[in-house]
């Protein structure tokens, strides 16, 4: 009896010394998957429509967080994706947006402009250098000497940059009005199997042979109601012209593109074959038509889920006949945004009105010389922030937290306002959730003097961009989602922060988590 108990426990430690073996000691390859505007609420809501090998494969077989939290607010697709990557918020990596206002010139920044470094396949001069502190590529180039496959293949040049980071090997992106991948020399020489795919099968060779419909019969379109009842719908990009590749890129298709891409750079390069880590980066959409409202297009909403779980579902079984999915760490998220949604219709008498920030300036420009005398106190406005002239208030010999918190009490009387934050406030002011959540949207460098919180329902008119938009604070999560490698699958409720992403996939590569990375890795993924 004893000596068979001996037995089957040195089996056991054998057999289970032989699955260890079958798991490398790391991931051969990491691919992180960033989807703009993808919500869990929606791929819940639809998936009835759902073939197998996507999102139900990724509920199945791998461990999924239901609510993912950004730590700052209005996330974008250039801050949503610095902060994964990096693993913080723009309070340190110094991303606050798609775009900022430049306090020294006054002018819009874009996040990834440069003009030191030109562009390949494209006129657009780009390159990472507002981001501040490392990211995960940056990391795994440094812990491998160089010798890791890192690339970035998004349909944006914001997405791309921004999971490339500052030592990747490549970032490439669909050329707005061209169509083909384009790149930046700042990441040095441009791949010769991207220009092969340009040069062969780029998507300028194909565009007009493309045409959107339904993929499902119209009858299982459903889940969304409006108004006016949409029977079908058809969209070809061939009479667009200037604008086709950026209404493409705002359909299912531009997701198949990148998966194009993707078994490019598989064929063409050695990642995942060896012992080395290597991280592919990959950007995808799942926002409206467009950008109409889901009112709108009800039907292409729906259809956008429907084709981006097979898409997924393409991915994996890429990357399982390529690399194979034991050796594969996959990790799927949201840039946790949406597009504006339009106001309610006045017979639902849901409490509202209209707030000019351009009046919200000069009016305190007014109060600011009642006080102080004549001068432009007030330089700019941009997004909900106000701009003091420092200058002006420095040769005034004024004390500018005296300024600061005058402005801040004046604002608050205005209609449509719940608070105005000053700077100081914010950085040195008593903590709460909300106050932190607006500090790591801050910094420096490019924030204004005064943030102006308007209260949900209102309607936020903005000269400047020359747009409305309907403000709105719902609680808003996302879908974290980890597959593949040695990961134990699981569907979690409790809320985590996305800026965990960055430190958990660097613990499984055993390498250095970003810089600026504070939070801990989140435990219990592996089986």
């Given at each position: ?90 309070y340190y990596n110094g991303v606050v947006g ?34 501040t502190v490392s990211n995960l590529a ?390």
């Open positions: 009896m004893r000596e068979r108990f001996i037995t089957s426990l040195i089996t056991a430690i054998v057999i289970s010394g032989i699955n260890a073996q079958n798991v490398p000691a790391v991931p051969k390859l990491v691919i992180g998957l960033t989807i703009d505007q993808l919500r869990t609420d929606y791929i819940e809501a639809f998936s009835a429509m759902y073939g197998e090998r996507g999102f139900k494969r990724l509920f199945r077989e791998g461990r999924v967080y239901m609510n993912g939290e950004y730590d700052f607010i209005k996330p974008d697709q250039s801050s949503s994706v610095a902060s994964i990557y990096t693993g913080t918020t723009p798609n775009n900022w206002m430049d306090r020294n010139s006054l002018c819009v920044v874009k996040s990834v402009d440069d003009k030191s470094y030109m562009g390949v396949y494209t006129s657009e001069n780009v390159s990472p250098k507002y981001l940056d990391e795994l180039m440094v812990s491998t000497h160089g010798q890791a496959h890192v690339y970035s293949i998004a349909p944006t040049k914001e997405m791309a940059i921004m999971g490339a980071g500052h030592a990747a090997k490549g970032a490439f992106w669909i050329n707005d009005e061209t169509g083909k991948w384009s790149g930046t020399t700042y990441y040095g020489t441009f791949p010769e199997w991207v220009t092969n795919f340009n040069d062969r099968n780029g998507l300028d060779f194909r565009i007009d042979q493309i045409t959107w419909g339904p993929y499902l019969p119209v009858t299982a379109y459903k889940y969304i109601t409006t108004e006016t009842k949409q029977l079908t719908f058809k969209h070809n990009f061939t009479d667009e012209r200037l604008y086709k590749y950026k209404k493409f890129k705002t359909s299912p298709y531009v997701n198949d593109e990148v998966n194009k891409l993707v078994d490019v750079f598989l064929n063409n390069t050695n990642a995942g074959l060896d012992d080395t880590p290597d991280l592919l980066t990959l950007g995808y959409y799942a926002g409206n038509y467009d950008g109409k409202p889901d009112n709108e297009y009800a039907m292409q909403i729906q259809d956008m889920y429907v084709r981006l779980d097979n898409t997924i579902g393409d991915l994996l079984d890429m990357l399982d006949r390529k690399v194979g999915l034991k050796n594969t760490l996959i990790f799927i998220t949201s840039t946790g945004y949406r597009s504006p949604e339009p106001e309610d219709l006045p017979e639902y008498r849901i409490p509202t009105g209209e707030f000019h920030l351009k009046r919200c300036s000069a009016l305190l420009n007014m109060y600011l010389m009642a006080i102080y005398g004549q001068g432009q106190y007030v330089e700019t406005y941009y997004g909900n922030q106000i701009y003091l002239n420092h200058k002006l208030i420095e040769d005034k010999n004024l004390n500018i937290t005296e300024v600061m918190t005058r402005s801040s009490e004046f604002i608050v009387q205005m209609s449509g306002i719940r608070s105005a934050y000053s700077s100081q406030r914010l950085l040195l002011g008593a903590w709460d959730p909300k106050i932190e959540k607006i500090r790591n949207s801050f910094t420096r460098e490019c924030s204004g003097d005064l943030y102006i919180e308007i209260l949900p329902g209102w309607k936020v008119v903005d000269e400047y961009s020359n747009s409305v938009r309907v403000e709105r604070e719902a609680y808003s999560s996302v879908p974290v989602f980890f597959f593949g490698y040695n990961i134990k699958p699981e569907i979690l409720y409790s809320p985590v922060k996305v800026s965990a992403v960055a430190p958990t996939l660097a613990h499984f590569m055993r390498i250095r988590a970003p810089n600026a990375s504070v939070v801990a890795p989140l435990t219990g993924i592996r089986k």
